[in-house]
């Protein structure tokens, strides 16, 4: 058993956590959201009236934030955690950020001798429930094999992309590819629906043919379709609209300053900047669907 605090226990944060606790850690959490924290005490977790509070003889600290700003308001500055955190402590920050400050708190973490993973996720809400997440981890080897136990019990597949950051670069290149399915995919099961078909029978037909994708197999974002999936609870829970704009806008940037080219890519950002600024931004991702939609 270790003692681990975790903060931030949103849609991905509160199960993950969850799973910490049911892996027979002692978990110490916080969160701003009085809901959250109640949802923990629940699930058999402790909870902490602040991040400081929480970290209070924590081995190992998870974070699971929405963006950098926030990453980096918890960790640094003159009371950030690492001004606290005792030599040795492990933290994992699986939070989707950017590369840069992902980099900046790993460098501040070494500096105190605070041990530093990046280690963003792919595997959506329901594999933060199912305990079969994929982990993405930037840092160092030694480091990495530290947070190994404990993502594995949150998560099924642990990779070690590289060095601090790196964890990140491939979270960015797979949500930006993540983007282009989702809209594809609700391009092309809205020509189908169009032109006579029904959406189920088309899912079915696509998932055992060449189309297939993660979002027509376990996401599938036409209402009805599939059980237990955001699009079939008026897209709500799962991943927002605005989180999605979040992660473009860090592949865009990061192609913009090494001249990659991404003109699927930005296509995508276009149609989920539009989505979210018509006011769906708090919907999840899959809502892009209603874009399509007729009447
Ligand atoms: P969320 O908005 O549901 O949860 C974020 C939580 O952090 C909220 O409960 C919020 O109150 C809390 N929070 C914010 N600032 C805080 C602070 N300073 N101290 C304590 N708590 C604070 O978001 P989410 O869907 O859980 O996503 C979290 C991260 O995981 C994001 O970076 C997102 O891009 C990434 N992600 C999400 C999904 C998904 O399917 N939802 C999948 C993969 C990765």
Same mark, same amino acid.
């Given at each position: 058993?270790?003692?681990?605090?975790?903060?931030?226990?949103?849609?991905?944060?509160?199960?993950?956590? @969850?799973?910490?606790?049911?892996?027979?850690?002692?978990?110490? @959490?916080?969160?701003?959201?009085?809901?959250?924290? @109640?949802?923990?005490?629940?699930?058999? &977790?402790?909870?902490?009236?602040?991040?400081?509070?929480?970290?209070?003889?924590?081995?190992?600290?998870?974070?699971?934030?929405?963006? &950098?700003?926030?990453?980096?308001?918890?960790?640094?500055?003159?009371?950030?955690?690492?001004?606290?955190?005792?030599?040795?402590?492990?933290?994992?920050?699986?939070?989707?950020?950017?590369?840069?400050?992902?980099?900046?708190?790993?460098?501040?973490?070494?500096?105190?001798?605070?041990?530093?993973?990046?280690?963003?996720?792919? &595997?959506?809400?329901?594999?933060?429930?199912?305990?079969?997440?994929?982990?993405?981890?930037?840092?160092?080897?030694?480091?990495?094999?530290?947070?190994?136990?404990?993502?594995?019990?949150?998560?099924?597949?642990?990779?070690?992309?590289?060095?601090?950051?790196?964890?990140?670069?491939?979270?960015?290149?797979?949500?930006?590819?993540?983007?282009?399915?989702?809209?594809?995919?609700?391009?092309?099961?809205?020509?189908?629906?169009?032109?006579?078909?029904?959406?189920?029978?088309?899912?079915?037909?696509?998932?055992?043919?060449?189309?297939?994708?993660?979002?027509?197999?376990?996401?599938?974002?036409?209402?009805?379709?599939?059980?237990?999936?955001?699009?079939?609870?008026?897209?709500?829970?799962?991943?927002?609209?605005?989180?999605?704009?979040?992660?473009?806008?860090?592949?865009?940037?990061?192609?913009?300053?090494?001249?990659?080219?991404?003109?699927?890519?930005?296509?995508?950002?276009?149609?989920?900047?539009?989505?979210?600024?018509? &006011?769906?931004?708090?919907?999840?991702?899959?809502?892009?669907?209603?874009?399509?939609?007729?009447?």
């Amino acid at each position: 058993m270790t003692n681990i605090a975790f903060i931030g226990l949103g849609n991905m944060g509160g199960p993950m956590a @969850a799973n910490l606790v049911k892996a027979g850690h002692k978990v110490t @959490a916080f969160d701003l959201m009085p809901d959250a924290l @109640a949802a923990f005490s629940q699930a058999g &977790g402790n909870t902490a009236e602040s991040a400081q509070a929480a970290v209070a003889g924590a081995e190992v600290v998870v974070s699971m934030l929405p963006a &950098g700003k926030h990453v980096a308001g918890l960790y640094t500055g003159d009371d950030g955690l690492l001004a606290q955190l005792p030599k040795g402590t492990l933290v994992v920050d699986s939070s989707t950020i950017d590369v840069a400050t992902a980099q900046a708190v790993g460098k501040a973490a070494a500096e105190v001798g605070v041990a530093f993973v990046d280690a963003p996720v792919s &595997g959506g809400v329901s594999g933060a429930q199912a305990g079969t997440l994929s982990f993405i981890v930037g840092g160092e080897a030694e480091n990495f094999e530290r947070a190994k136990p404990y993502l594995e019990a949150m998560g099924k597949n642990i990779f070690h992309a590289g060095a601090a950051g790196a964890g990140q670069v491939a979270k960015m290149c797979n949500n930006m590819l993540l983007s282009i399915l989702m809209t594809g995919t609700a391009e092309a099961l809205q020509l189908g629906i169009d032109n006579g078909l029904d959406p189920k029978v088309l899912s079915d037909i696509m998932v055992k043919s060449s189309g297939r994708n993660w979002t027509l197999e376990i996401y599938n974002p036409v209402p009805g379709v599939m059980e237990g999936v955001p699009s079939s609870n008026d897209y709500q829970g799962g991943f927002m609209v605005d989180l999605m704009n979040k992660d473009l806008g860090l592949a865009l940037g990061a192609a913009d300053a090494g001249d990659s080219m991404v003109p699927m890519g930005k296509q995508a950002a276009a149609l989920f900047a539009a989505h979210g600024e018509e &006011g769906n931004g708090r919907l999840d991702f899959s809502s892009v669907f209603k874009r399509y939609q007729k009447g």
